[in-house]
């Protein structure tokens, strides 16, 4: 059973908590516990109904999951799309979740369901890892789906011949385990023609190192999500670019949002995956 605060209810369900208040005392729709500091404290069934209220408040319950389900049947509609595939995440409802990104992909693609719905979900799961609001079974859960439909896709996969294909090499540092954005940005690479090696998550530098004596690339692909960036951020480019300085390095995720000044000329970032692809190809 996961356990909110009411920031992270604003966060996850895009009501204001202004609005939750006024709803719990109007309508009594949920019924927070409190702390010993008077603070209220939510449960999963108060998100799953806020979620599914955020258009509907004045509804009783059994009206409300009729229409929401009529609603997120609207495969355009971004926000119910990632409302819907929450829901799918707190019950651990493999066979919802599955079905509305197929539908997802099959009307949109696999790259525009990927940035516009996948991307903005997994910054909601990542507020609630970091809160501690959801167990690991949940977080795992979500990030098993989602890395199955990457690989999925990168297995049947054609990409495009290039004369001036790129090699480059995907990893994380150690302890950084977060590797859903770096699985697709080797996906994009792939597909558009460049040659790819896939080290993955938790990489030792001597492994990287290793690796490039065995297979040379021209790209190095890099990132994180976690508070490493903010604690050791700048001491590990700058040995990045110490170790390789004859090697771009591509930075994504937390690290590449809180890049340093002054950083050695080698090391660049990428803030989405147009960013990504335009710097692989220059």
């Given at each position: 059973m996961g356990e909110y605060t009411i920031k992270d209810l604003e966060k996850l369900s895009g009501i204001k908590a202004h609005t939750m208040r006024i709803w719990e005392k109007r309508y009594d729709i949920v019924n927070p516990d409190r702390t010993d500091t008077n603070r209220r404290r939510y449960n999963d069934d108060d998100l799953r109904k806020l979620i599914k209220i955020s258009r509907i408040a004045s509804m009783a319950f059994s009206e409300?999951?009729?229409?929401?389900?009529?609603?997120?049947?609207?495969?355009?509609?971004d926000d119910s799309q990632i409302e819907s595939l929450m829901i799918a995440m707190v019950n651990l409802d493999e066979t919802a979740f599955n079905n509305l990104i197929n539908r997802s992909i099959l009307n949109r693609g696999f790259e525009n369901t990927f940035t516009s719905i996948f991307f903005p979900f997994l910054d909601r799961v990542g507020v609630l890892w970091v809160t501690g609001s959801i167990s690991p079974a949940q977080e795992h859960f979500v990030s098993n789906l989602v890395r199955q439909k990457i690989i999925s896709n990168i297995d049947a996969q054609i990409s495009k011949k290039r004369e001036n294909k790129k090699r480059v090499i995907f990893f994380l540092p150690e302890n950084e385990f977060h590797e859903l954005g770096l699985l697709f940005y080797a996906y994009i690479a792939r597909k558009d023609g460049h040659e790819v090696l896939y080290l993955g998550s938790h990489t030792p530098l001597d492994s990287v190192k290793e690796s490039i004596k065995i297979w040379p690339p021209d790209i190095l692909v890099t990132g994180t999500l976690s508070n490493f960036s903010r604690i050791y951020g700048r001491d590990y480019l700058e040995k990045l670019a110490s170790e390789f300085p004859e090697q771009l390095i591509i930075v994504s995720g937390t690290l590449a949002l809180n890049l340093p000044d002054n950083l050695p000329h080698n090391i660049v970032n990428a803030r989405n995956s147009d960013d990504f692809i335009r710097l692989v190809n220059e």
């Open positions: 409300i999951e009729e229409k929401v389900s009529f609603i997120l049947q609207d495969i355009k509609q």
